[in-house]
């Protein structure tokens, strides 16, 4: 056993001198003449109200050495990152919105019958800041609500607040507050979204991001949060998810909105439940903001709405060029949106508009093969820039997924995320999927879930997978290819010539035999010097007895890379080609 290494001497003191000026003031003017290198080793020692203090005595002066001092407690304690401002205003961002935190459950509670400001922050938190023993605390509480607040608000941009804690008497604490950004759930009643305009309209002009999630809208409180929106300039991010939008008549107040925004850059309508005037609206809305990247419409009903009149025209007008913009999305997520071949053949035509589209998502929406159809012959003439295309469960067909395939590689595309999961091609997808990898540029492909079973083990596809140049990450998870896959993965992973080092084999019912193949595989591919970096193979059923090991140090300790179940359970019967 190796002995610990004794702390040096100067280590030493400098936590020492740390310990004085965390419980005494006095020594602050000396502490500031020593040398550079030696005052940074004792920043970094000093908890955070002390630091505090000790920054403002020094007028400015030493800022890298605060700064790093700062970063370090803002990684240890909060594990957060700069999003704006300084590691100073992060940390006691982070501070106040963990005593939030950490109230709620007091406040949610039926019997609680008192006044929020004098809740008293955990000790913990009061600990870890350093307030419980330094001098400089004498005349400021950081153990309440009520007074922490009040003395870090201005150092707080960024909110996020439960339904509980939009009250009269806890937003009253933030009103030295410049907030950029707000993040609200569950608000449910009229008095707590008055509340909450109250606040946003205090910081509107300062406003970039705006969120509320599982929330009800009212449509008098609807149009009043939307009319007091437009004010805000530089407002460049607005997500409503998985809320309740039942309000038709708002969307003039909607198109309004969206049109007085002109820094709007990402939009995230996901999993409401919306009126279809209201979406159809909208969507022509969103659809023709030039300003906007991203635009989420994950997980909502849409397909009434891409059929209505108003959604239509906007099609015809963008299939005859008739836009007077050029959109500038870049990511369009429409996944589980209900879209038939009908709604994705008209989508099209927008798509051909989009001349910076970098990731689209259609995944989960009965497209079937005439609407992939359409969008493969959309990607032989446009949409140059995509990288990232999902395709899952979208009911394809070996038909389908080969028009899409085949358009891919007739036109050269650079796409480099592919999936493909969740749709039934069974054996044939096998060599529609070989071809395709001969002549991609693709880094990532998922083709989970898609009946290829022992028989789509092809030599083709293993040929293809074998001498691919690109293809760093492979989802090949429940396609049920027992033995026969488990010979695939073997040629795979033991003469690849490519950078493929990322398989995920999971629940494929791989037995044990199968399991010795993949780690002998491991084992050759190590003596000629390469690596893997994650070999997935949960959820299997080939688990070596107890004390055996099978895949050795692959498999154990901090660098493993094996992945494997650690108990037997139940697997479905086998069936080659389902």
């Known amino acids: ?38 005052l940074c080793k004792i920043l970094l020692e000093l908890p955070p109200l002390p630091l505090h203090y000790l920054e403002q005595c020094a007028s400015g002066q030493y800022e890298e050495g605060f700064s790093l001092a700062w970063k370090s407690l803002a990684e240890c304690h909060h594990n957060t990152l700069l999003k704006h401002g300084t590691w100073k205003d992060a940390y006691w961002e982070a501070h106040v919105q963990a005593c939030l ?62 339904s509980v804690l939009c009250s009269s008497e806890l937003l009253s604490l933030f009103d030295s507050a410049e907030l950029a950004s707000l993040s609200f759930l569950n608000i449910k009643t009229s008095t707590q979204f008055g509340l909450i305009i109250n606040l946003l309209a205090r ?12 929330c009800k809208f009212f449509e008098q409180d609807f149009n009043t949060l939307l009319g007091m929106l437009k004010s805000a300039d530089v407002l460049s991010d607005f997500a409503i998810t998985c809320s309740s939008i039942q309000v038709p008549w708002a969307s003039l107040e909607m198109q309004q909105f969206l049109r007085s925004c002109r820094s709007l850059a990402c939009v995230h309508l996901v ?56 959109p500038g ?111 991609s ?22 040929s293809a997978l074998i001498q ?23 040629a795979v992973i033991s003469k690849g010539q490519g950078v493929l080092t990322d398989i995920n084999a999971s629940f494929n019912l791989l037995n044990v035999e199968a399991m010795k193949r993949l780690a002998s595989a491991l084992q050759t591919k190590a003596a000629l010097g390469g690596r893997m970096k994650r070999l997935d193979l949960l959820g299997n059923p080939g688990i070596p007895p107890p004390g055996a090991n099978l895949f050795g140090s692959f498999s154990e300790g901090p660098d493993a890379i094996v992945l494997l179940s650690s108990s037997q359970f139940y697997v479905p019967l086998h069936d080659d080609d389902p």
């Open 329 to 439: 999305l870049k990511v369009l997520n429409l996944k589980s949106c209900f879209l038939s071949s009908a709604c994705v053949q008209n989508l099209v035509h927008y798509l051909k508009c989009l001349p910076h589209l970098h990731t689209l998502n259609l995944s989960d929406n009965p497209v079937a093969d005439e609407g992939i159809k359409s969008v493969a012959c959309c990607l032989q003439t446009s949409l140059s820039a995509l990288m990232e295309l999902n395709v899952a469960g979208c009911e394809l067909s070996w038909n389908g997924l080969s028009s899409l395939l085949d358009s891919l590689v007739s036109t050269n595309h650079r796409l480099r995320s592919l999936s493909v999961a969740d749709n039934s091609f069974g054996r044939s997808g096998s060599a529609v999927l070989a071809k395709y990898l001969q002549k």
């Open 441 to 462: 540029a693709v880094k990532e492909l998922d083709i989970s879930e898609i009946g290829l079973g022992s028989l789509g083990c092809s030599s083709e596809l293993a």
């Open 271 to 326: 999993s409401n439940r919306m009126h279809t005037q209201f979406t159809s609206s909208i969507v022509v809305e969103l659809f023709s903001l030039s300003s906007l990247d991203t635009l989420d419409f994950a997980d909502n009903l849409l397909e009434s709405c891409f059929e209505s009149p108003t959604v239509n025209q906007f099609f015809i007008n963008c299939a005859v060029k008739q836009l007077p913009f050029t």
């Open 468 to 490: 691919n140049q690109t293809l760093e990450h492979l989802n090949i998870s429940k396609n049920r290819i027992a033995f026969p896959g488990a010979e695939l993965l073997h």
């Open 1 to 38: 056993m190796v002995p610990a290494r004794a702390p040096m001497l100067l280590d030493v003191c400098c936590s020492r001198m740390a310990a004085i000026l965390s419980e005494d003031f006095s020594a602050q003017a000396q502490t500031l003449d020593l040398p550079l290198d030696l």
């Open 203 to 214: 910081n509107v002009r300062a406003l970039r991001r705006l969120e509320f999630h599982y």
């Open 101 to 162: 935190n950490a109230v709620t459950t007091k406040l949610a509670a039926p019997n609680f019958d008192g006044q929020i400001g004098d809740l008293l922050v955990p000790e913990a938190l009061v600990y870890r800041i350093g307030a419980r023993n330094a001098a400089c605390c004498e005349d400021s509480d950081f153990t309440s609500l009520k007074n922490t607040i009040p003395l870090l608000s201005r150092y707080v941009k960024s909110l996020r607040l439960r």
